[in-house]
């Protein structure tokens, strides 16, 4: 077993990077890819001397939009899969795909999207085996046959499953789908054989694209940094197909969900409303589902931010009935065995700890002890009297705000909704200006020289305070459900003015990458 000294895959000396969703990146087809304007934006990485590109989590997703309300821990989100691509190998004709391109440039409209995106994607696929070169479908056979019986073929019955009835949560099918009674999953599997396949190709096409993009980013020296919520939805392929991971009944009925308590922010605290995990359960196999999870994660970023930390040392679990989180109580999560399991079978933890929020000493020392880096965000810090810059410590992330935070102009100007009063507001800046020693018109800057000046081994700003963007560009609200994961950067704002400047605060902060 390697030593906890080594628990870090986060790449060596200072860097810099960059936060930018794979569904913002610019294009022609409604909706960022993973194809050839994601090795654009490689390029403009590497103009920019940023080395590391951070992007949120990549499962498909369902009603809301939300990457962190995945169909699948383990699945690619199909509407990220590359049409061009497809257009280039064949599977597709120009104008099959012209439609797409009728789509707004500046937002997702996912609405729109789906089903146009949908329709090729099952198109390409059941062309797959008659247009496809002898090459391409040999990749294909390897890749259902490494991944089919761990998650592939599981996934594949759920979509089956979840189209043939109207979309709703798997707990709401006919019972014998619910229960996975035998009979009723081998008739699906006869019937809808064609439909399988075909949604196992479509993964094919993400994750072929993928490891390219991957490749590809490697070779111009950008390391790719992921994200992974600690829970899962209960509308998921996993929870469906393993309920027996969760704190959830046959009928997929949960006994407990997930929250925060009340805080500053809500006096009801956060009904989050995923199911919990059953971690005596976890514990029995040695965590064996999490070591696959991570070492899955793992083939696609070189390391990932487990979001919601605190819950492997504590969490907070509100009865399944409760209309808020005010009557949940907290509960002993599992501590050192987990990671002390994933290590054993992984080797050195390419993790890094979203430690935000009020964090006990006890969560603390968990993440040290397995050197495990944490995160400071600039935005929840900098007006604080007891936060100084020379405590950051070295094995930490320095952001200056992260997705769910307004882009740091928004922050600084303070915009509508904002739950900040309009003294603290005013006491922000004010801090800001004195602690950056910056001037508001070049708020967005200042930050992130001082993000860049701390002692933090990685700092990152979202794209959107590297273009010096306002409130109109946040891409998320936590606790709202509608117009979040929008937002796309356009070709045209991506100009070699831009890059430079990032470039200059780089090499100006001893960030830029060698050679």
């Known amino acids: 077993m390697r030593s906890k000294e080594e628990n870090t895959a986060m790449p060596g ?20 890819e993973i194809g050839v304007a994601a090795r654009e934006f490689v390029d403009k990485m590497v103009q920019m001397d940023l080395s590391v590109w951070q992007f949120l989590p990549l499962g498909p997703t369902a009603y809301g939009d939300s990457p962190y309300q995945s169909l699948s821990t383990f699945a690619g989100n199909e509407m990220l899969v590359d049409i ?26 996912y609405g729109a999207l789906i089903p146009i995106k949908s329709r090729l994607l099952r198109l390409a696929a059941s062309r797959f085996e008659d247009r496809a070169d002898t090459a391409l479908k040999e990749a294909c056979d390897r890749f259902v046959a490494d991944n089919d019986r761990a998650w592939l073929h599981g996934y594949a019955l759920y979509r089956i499953l979840k189209t043939k009835h ?25 019937s809808a054989d064609a439909q399988i396949a075909d949604i196992k190709v479509v993964q094919f096409f993400f994750f072929e694209q993928w490891q390219r993009l991957r490749d590809y980013a490697h070779a111009q020296g950008i390391r790719l940094f992921g994200d992974m919520p600690i829970y899962i939805a209960l509308d998921s392929a996993d929870a469906w ?9 046959r009928d997929g009925r949960p006994e407990a969900i997930a929250g925060v308590p009340p805080d500053y922010f809500s006096e009801d605290g956060q ?26 994660t793992a083939e696609l970023a070189d390391f990932v931010r487990i979001d919601h930390f605190r819950g492997f040392e504590g969490y907070w679990s509100v009865p399944a009935d409760s209309k808020t989180a005010k009557t949940g109580s907290w509960e002993p999560g599992p501590g050192d065995a987990i990671f002390d399991a994933m290590q054993e079978k992984l080797g050195a933890l390419p993790i890094v700890a979203e430690d935000l929020g009020v964090i006990t000493p006890e969560v603390e020392a968990l993440r040290d002890r397995h050197h495990i880096p944490g995160m400071v965000v600039l935005q929840f810090d900098i007006a604080d009297p007891d936060f100084e810059f020379d405590e950051i410590a070295e094995n930490s992330l320095c952001y200056t705000g992260t997705h769910d935070n307004d882009t740091t102009l928004g922050w600084f100007r ?4 904002d739950i900040r009063s309009l003294d603290e507001i005013e006491r922000t800046r004010e801090m800001a200006l004195e602690r950056t020693h910056g001037a508001p018109e070049t708020i967005p800057f ?16 979202p794209m959107q305070d590297y273009l010096g963007l306002g409130s109109e560009a946040r891409i998320n609200i936590p606790g709202t459900s509608a117009n979040n994961w929008r937002w796309r950067v356009l070709d045209t704002e991506l100009t070699d003015s831009v890059c430079d400047n990032v470039a200059a605060m780089a090499a100006a902060a001893g960030r830029a990458p060698a050679g």
């Open 13 to 32: 000396g200072r860097r810099a990077g960059v936060c930018l969703h794979l569904t913002s990146l610019p294009g022609p087809y409604g909706i960022g």
């Open 84 to 109: 061009g691509d497809l257009v280039e190998l064949g599977l597709l004709d120009k104008d099959e795909v012209l439609e797409l391109t009728t789509l707004p440039h500046r937002y997702v409209d």
């Open 166 to 190: 109207d979309e709703r949560p798997w707990p709401d099918w006919e019972s014998r789908y619910v229960r996975r009674e035998a009979a009723a999953i081998a008739e699906i599997e006869s």
């Open 241 to 249: 197909a393993h309920p027996e991971i969760l704190r959830i009944d």
């Open 271 to 296: 009904l989050w409303g995923n199911p919990l995990y059953d971690w005596d359960r976890h514990a029995a196999d040695g965590y064996s589902w999490w070591v696959d999870r991570l070492r899955a």
């Open 414 to 417: 303070g915009s509508p909704g």
């Open 446 to 461: 200042d930050m992130i020289r001082a993000a860049f000046a701390s002692n933090s081994r990685l700092a990152i700003a």
